[in-house]
Nanobody, 120 residues
Framework: QVQLVEAGGGLVQPGGSLRLSCAAS????????MAWYRQAPGKERELVAT???????HYADSVKGRFTISGHITANTMYLQMNSLKPEDTAVYYC??????????????WGQGTLVTVSS
């Protein structure tokens, strides 16, 4: 029943910026944790950034200082502001969340992904 939907991907030149969004909907009791992952062609999926329900954030070393994760928990939304993009940032970006559908029942959910291509 729960769905995560990403948006905002596209083609951007090196040094440019994009803002990704993720919206969660469905039978949501609460969201404790949300994250952005990415998967480049031929590579394993990797963690990009995380945010807790209280706003604590963490970033992969490769994106520190360039990407900013934020969220509006009450609206079940999350964003990833990506600045100073590099060709190596090219990947499908996925929204991930630990969501409680009841008081004590958490599940991990994934969005379908949005493609970010950084190229000149």
């Amino acid at each position: 029943q729960v769905q995560l939907v990403e948006a905002g991907g596209g083609l951007v030149q090196p040094g440019g910026s994009l803002r990704l969004s993720c919206a969660a909907s469905g039978s949501i009791f609460r969201i404790d944790f949300m994250a952005w992952y990415r998967q480049a062609p031929g590579k394993e999926r990797e963690l990009v950034a995380t945010i807790s329900s209280l706003g604590s954030t963490h970033y992969a070393d490769s994106v520190k200082g360039r990407f900013t994760i934020s969220g509006h928990i009450t609206a079940n939304t999350m964003y990833l502001q990506m600045n100073s993009l590099k060709p190596e940032d090219t990947a499908v970006y996925y929204c991930n969340a630990k969501i409680y559908t009841t008081l004590t029942l958490p599940f991990e959910f994934w969005g379908q992904g949005t493609l970010v291509t950084v190229s000149s």
